[in-house]
């Protein structure tokens, strides 16, 4: 019982809530976009790709995505997006998963608790 709770509890610490930012302006060679973390990118056809260790040469942007290595032009992407994490989301999610573990431990608790009265009350 007690490993349980722990894996409740920490698990989302690690999972942690993200979400994806447009990047507002790229420079005309970087590199490495976004420090190497993985980026989405989104093409003119309106599809997506996520890369890892992207950066910027002249009018392409390279990267790896799956196994393979790719190269999109510029001029064939709408937007680029880092992955960042959000403090406030990852807050109220641990407090939600705390406030779940501390009820099961109160239920228990009180289970217990009743079990051992009625037990005394039939001595």
Known sequence: MRRSCLVLLTVPAFLACTSWHSLSNL????PAVNGGAPIRVT????????????H?????IFG?????EVAIPLSQVTRIETQNVSGGRTAG????????ALVLAAVVIGAEL??????DAGT
């Open 114 to 119: 009743l079990s051992t009265l009625r037990a």
């Open 56 to 60: 910027v040469a002249r009018d392409t």
């Open 93 to 100: 999610l641990f407090a939600g998963v705390l406030g779940v």
């Open 43 to 54: 093409r003119v056809d309106q599809s997506t790709l996520e890369l890892r260790r992207a």
């Open 27 to 30: 420079p005309p060679s970087a």
């Open 64 to 68: 790896i995505a799956g196994e393979s």
